[in-house]
T-cell receptor
C-alpha cells in the first residue's frame, strides 16, 4: 500500500531535549516536505526537499533541521525543542516538483513542556 | 508574500443542506489550486484546479476556479454527517513547488 509513515504519532517531551520525527514514503517520490499545523494558523511549510541531498527552508524553518540522505526518508530534527514548537506535524510527499497531488502522513502530535 | 484566505472559518448546517466554501488567493507564480478534506488526521486530496471555468465533480462535491477574480469555491450538495471535517484550500506556486494553505473551514453537519 502506497503510504507516508510518520513516527511517533504522539510525543511529549521536555524543553531542550533533542528529538527526531521520522518520515518514510514507499512511492519512490522525489519531493518531500514538512508542515506544522496550529489552530488559527493552518498548515505552514517548515522545510522541503526536491530530491536526495537537496533541501531548503519553507516558511517557518527556525528551530528545525532536516536531512535527505536517501529518497524514502526525510526526518525532522528538533535540536533543542521549545514550548512554541508544540504542534501537529505532517510529512508529505509527491512524485516530483511538477506533480500536484501531495500524500500526507498521519501526523505527529508533539507537546513540549 | 503569498496569501490564501478561506471563508467562512466555520459553519454548522443540517443534513441535506447545500454548502459553498470559499477560497481567495493572492500569490505570485500560480500553478494550481487544491482542495483537501481533513478529518482529525491527515488531509486527503479532493480536487486540483488549474484552468478557469472548468468544474471538477466527484459525487456530491464540485469545485471551480476563477483565475481572473482569484478565487475558488467548493460546493457540497445534500450534506451528510460524514462531510463534517476541516476543508483546506492550498495554492501550488513557483519553481520550488510550494503549497501555501489557507487556515481551513470547519464544517459541522448535524443530523
Amino acid at each position: 500500500e502506497a503510504q507516508v509513515t510518520q513516527n511517533p504519532r504522539y510525543l511529549i517531551t521536555v524543553t531542550g531535549k533533542k528529538l527526531t520525527v521520522t518520515c518514510s514514503q514507499n512511492m519512490n517520490h522525489e519531493y518531500m516536505s514538512w508542515y506544522r499545523q496550529d489552530p488559527g494558523l493552518g498548515l505552514r511549510q517548515i522545510y522541503y526537499s526536491m530530491n536526495v541531498e537537496v533541501t531548503d527552508k519553507g516558511d517557518v524553518p527556525e528551530g528545525y533541521k532536516v536531512s535527505r540522505k536517501e529518497k524514502r526518508n526525510f526526518p525532522l530534527i528538533l535540536e533543542s525543542p521549545s514550548p512554541n514548537q508544540t504542534s501537529l506535524y505532517f510529512c508529505a510527499s509527491k512524485r516530483d516538483r511538477e506533480s500536484t497531488e501531495a500524500f500526507f502522513g498521519q501526523g505527529t502530535r508533539l507537546t513540549v513542556v | 508574500e503569498d496569501k490564501v484566505v478561506q471563508s467562512p472559518l466555520s459553519l454548522v448546517v443540517h443534513e441535506g443542506d447545500t454548502v459553498t466554501l470559499n477560497c481567495s488567493y493572492e500569490v505570485t507564480n500560480f500553478r494550481s489550486l487544491l482542495w483537501y478534506k481533513q478529518e482529525k488526521k491527515a488531509p486527503t486530496f479532493l480536487f486540483m484546479l488549474t484552468s478557469s471555468g472548468i468544474e471538477k465533480k466527484s459525487g456530491r462535491l464540485s469545485s471551480i476556479l476563477d483565475k481572473k477574480e482569484l478565487f475558488s469555491i467548493l460546493n457540497i450538495t445534500a450534506t451528510q454527517t460524514g462531510d463534517s471535517a476541516v476543508y483546506l484550500c492550498a495554492i501550488l506556486t513557483g519553481a520550488n513547488s510550494k503549497l501555501t494553505f489557507g487556515k481551513g473551514i470547519t464544517l459541522s453537519v448535524r443530523p
